[in-house]
């Protein structure tokens, strides 16, 4: 099992740019979540699907969007890339089902807004 | 707001020293405690789950929820460089259905 796969790992955008962010999950999982990692932030949740068909916003969802393409896959996009979206973006997922919510991290994408 | 606490760090200690992490929480509902070890420049991997009061060990690490007190602890026994991380403390529940993390604790081993 590859667990949770993030492409691309490394991104370079400039300011209006768009592009997405895909993550797959090979476990099975029914719930899925794009975070933001920055210095002296910490993760902050974007969005999150807790199942197929269903998409929320979270904690900053502004400048984002996403799909939750099937069971799969569930990705990120930036419409008009600004230089404050800089960051590293990490996708997970879990099994809502249970209360424990055990969440399992991709390795991430580096993106840079010039 | 749900709020996660920990001391930023760097908790410093000897190899094979113990070294105790910390964490509070505001969310007297939580339901789920995680800690989650990320090195330099990787992603976050979840290496202790607890439920309940008490301690649960796993290896060298221990877990240890008090939620009367609302506070979690990781002890890690006979620390290795290995360990030199930045250590997330997670809490679940509550009021929504999120997992809320802490800022991190960064650990260094010194050999």
């Known amino acids: 099992n590859a667990g949770v796969t993030q492409t691309p790992k490394f991104q370079v955008l400039k300011t209006g740019q768009s592009m997405t962010l895909q993550c797959a999950q090979d476990m099975n999982h029914n719930s899925m979540y794009w975070y933001r990692q920055d210095p002296g932030m910490g993760l902050r949740l974007i969005y999150y699907?807790?199942?197929?068909?269903?998409?929320d916003k979270g904690e900053v969802p502004n400048g984002y969007n996403v799909s939750r393409l099937n069971k799969r896959e569930f990705s990120l996009r930036l419409e008009s890339a600004a230089p404050s979206q800089t960051s590293v973006y990490f996708c997970?997922?879990?099994?809502?089902?249970?209360?424990?919510?055990?969440?399992?991290f991709g390795p991430g994408t580096r993106l840079t807004v010039l | 707001q749900k709020e996660v606490e920990q001391n930023s760090g760097p908790l410093s200690v000897p190899e094979g020293a113990i070294a105790s992490l910390n964490c509070t929480y505001s969310d007297r509902g939580s339901q789920s405690f995680f800690w989650y070890r990320q090195y330099s420049g990787k992603s976050p991997e979840l290496i202790m789950s607890?439920?309940?009061?008490g301690d649960k060990e796993d290896g060298r690490f221990t877990a240890q929820l008090n939620k009367a007190s609302q506070y979690v602890s990781l002890l890690i026994r006979d620390s290795q460089p290995s360990d030199s991380a930045t250590y997330l403390c997670a809490v679940f529940g509550g009021s929504n259905y999120k997992l809320t993390f802490g800022k991190g604790t960064l650990l260094t081993v010194n050999p």
């Open positions: 699907s807790a199942s197929e068909g269903t998409t």
């Open positions: 997970a997922s879990s099994d809502r089902g249970q209360v424990n919510n055990e969440q399992f």
């Open positions: 607890i439920y309940s009061n």
